[in-house]
């Protein structure tokens, strides 16, 4: 019988995602076969993207229908004839692996005040202890302020540890063993105040481990590709590889661009009337001018065509930033954008790497083995040899220098490296090119130091030295310069 646990929370968009992927992360670490259930999700057949993220993770791209118990529609028509076939298809694939991550339900489908309670049943069924996953944000949805993403408002440590008491006793009532508890998206100024509050509820004899996460502008911003999706939208122009970028808020230029400009802001999605070629001409001169901040994106809304001669113009800027396009009108579109929720994705490298260095960062991952009882083996897995190179890249930092700063995968690498804390970064190539390129590839250089080989104070201190170093082979300064 493999060994398992089961991650649940008391509600939506606590971003229990985060937490699957950091505990598969850690899981890793035991050198043992790790598998991946679902035991309730949108079809027993179609895509389920959390399951996608973690068998992505795990090189099972192709497992996701045998690792499904049942769709919400089967929960629906008859909850415990669905939680008999739950049992049973977790039983048929269990015996491959020697450690199960269960992953619960996401309140998108179930939306009943028994959903945990129904997640409990199903931990108690599968013998496997639960790991509650807490929100730090309250579940009441308004339509933000023009850019800002759409988020409830931080709940107090009080008011955690209350959802904390709750859902004990839901658990409780249901048989299911609670091993530790996560609280997420906690506003980062009260992280230890809530572990504290939590603690204090939970764990009074000290047997519960507690972790709080920090909130993460990041990982709750909706890419571009989300919000085309929500609003129907074409790419009209632009690199559909950049569509992948997270938005990180939305502007609405429906004044003047002199005061638009003013309200631009990094990695900013902008909604403008297609209508307005002025607008959208405006909104490409200030993203590639370099003092103003680089653009995620445009959305031209009404359902307008651009005309051709504007189309000319565009076509000679030669910006691959994507410029998306809806029929939608103005309200309808900022109503859309307002309430898309960023989604964490198998494709999602930026929230990916973000995802793993939080929780690297405030959870112990030894203390959550420890309390899974999970013994390390001796044979070394790929996914335990890729943990192994990782660790010992954090522990003994090299600094690497990377000569191809004009390639889109150096740069997609190097925002990885950085955001895992895995070596010191130089690299080659034009500082104002390779920051650009990175930020509309929505990757943070920040940390790297970016050097041109071609700086004049540079290349003359190179010719020198290596004048000196072939000397004897006849190298003058002049040859060498």
Same mark, same amino acid.
């Given at each position: ?10 509600? &939506?968009? +606590? !971003? =229990?995602?985060?937490?699957?992927? !950091? ?7 035991? !050198? ?23 068998? @992505? ?46 992953? &619960? ?6 939306? +009943?005040? +028994? ?19 807490? *929100?730090?944000?309250? $579940? ?21 540890? $209350? ?12 048989? /299911? ?10 506003? #980062? ?16 004899? %000290? $047997? ?29 122009? *632009? ?7 997270? /938005? ?5 230029? @429906? ?16 909604? /403008? ?19 103003? #901040?680089?653009?995620? %994106?445009?959305?031209?809304? *009404? !359902? ?11 076509? &000679? ?33 930026? =929230? ?13 991952? =030894? ?30 930092? =090299? ?5 191809? &700063? ?22 080659? %190539? ?5 920051? %650009? ?18 700086? #004049? ?6 010719? $020198? ?17």
């Amino acid at each position: 019988m493999a060994q398992n646990i089961y991650i649940t929370s008391a509600e &939506g968009n +606590t !971003g =229990k995602s985060t937490i699957a992927l !950091g505990m598969l992360e850690t899981l890793k670490r035991s !050198g043992k076969t790790i598998g991946v259930f679902r035991p309730i999700s949108r079809s027993t057949t179609g895509e389920d993207y959390i399951l996608d993220l973690l068998l @992505a993770h795990l090189w099972m791209p192709d497992r996701a229908p045998d690792l499904i118990g049942v769709s919400y529609d089967d929960v629906h028509a008859d909850p415990d004839a669905a939680l008999a076939r739950i049992v049973a298809r977790y039983k048929a694939i269990e015996p491959e692996f020697d450690v199960v991550l269960i992953l &619960g339900s996401d309140y998108t489908d179930v939306s +009943t005040p +028994t959903e945990l309670s129904y997640n409990a049943r199903i931990a108690a069924n599968l013998g496997a202890p639960v790991l509650l996953v807490l *929100g730090g944000r309250s $579940q009441n949805e308004l339509i933000p302020s023009n850019a800002q993403a759409l988020t409830g408002a931080a709940r107090s440590p009080e008011e955690i540890a $209350q959802a904390a008491e709750i859902a004990l006793a839901e658990l409780h009532d249901e048989h /299911a063993q609670l091993i530790a508890v996560i609280a997420n998206r906690v506003d #980062p100024e009260q992280l230890a105040a809530t572990t504290g509050a939590i603690f204090a509820t939970v764990s009074p004899s %000290g $047997q519960i481990p507690v972790w709080s996460l920090p909130e993460d502008a990041v990982l709750i911003a909706p890419t571009l590709r989300a919000l085309m999706e929500t609003l129907d939208a074409s790419l009209y122009r *632009g690199d559909a590889g950049l569509l992948d970028r997270e /938005a990180m808020s939305v502007v609405v230029a @429906a004044m003047s661009m002199e005061n638009v400009l003013v309200r631009l802001t990094p990695d900013s999605a902008v909604v /403008a009337p297609g209508d307005r070629s002025e607008v959208l001409l405006s909104l490409l001169m200030a993203h590639t001018s370099g003092t103003f #901040p680089s653009l995620s %994106g445009i959305i031209l809304n *009404g !359902g307008f065509d651009v005309s051709p001669t504007i189309e000319r113009l565009i076509e &000679g800027i030669g910006v691959d930033l994507p410029i998306l396009r809806t029929n939608l009108n103005t309200f309808e579109t900022a109503y859309r954008v307002s309430r898309t929720r960023g989604r964490f994705g198998a494709d999602s490298q930026r =929230k990916y790497d973000r995802a793993l260095s939080i929780f690297d960062a405030h959870v112990d991952g =030894k203390a959550i083995l420890a309390v899974l009882d999970v013994v390390r083996e001796d044979i070394v897995t790929p996914l335990m040899f890729e943990y192994q190179l990782l660790e010992r890249a954090r522990s003994n930092r =090299k600094h690497i220098v990377l000569p191809e &700063g004009d390639d889109d995968r150096i740069l997609r690498a190097a925002g990885t490296l950085l955001e895992r804390q895995a070596a010191a970064l130089t690299i080659l %190539g034009d500082e104002n090119d390779i920051r %650009g390129r990175a930020s509309r590839l929505g990757r943070d250089l920040t940390g790297a130091c970016i050097l041109s080989p071609f700086d #004049p104070e540079l290349r003359e201190r190179f010719a $020198q030295s290596y004048a000196q170093l072939r000397a004897h082979k006849g190298v003058t300064l002049e040859q060498a310069r």
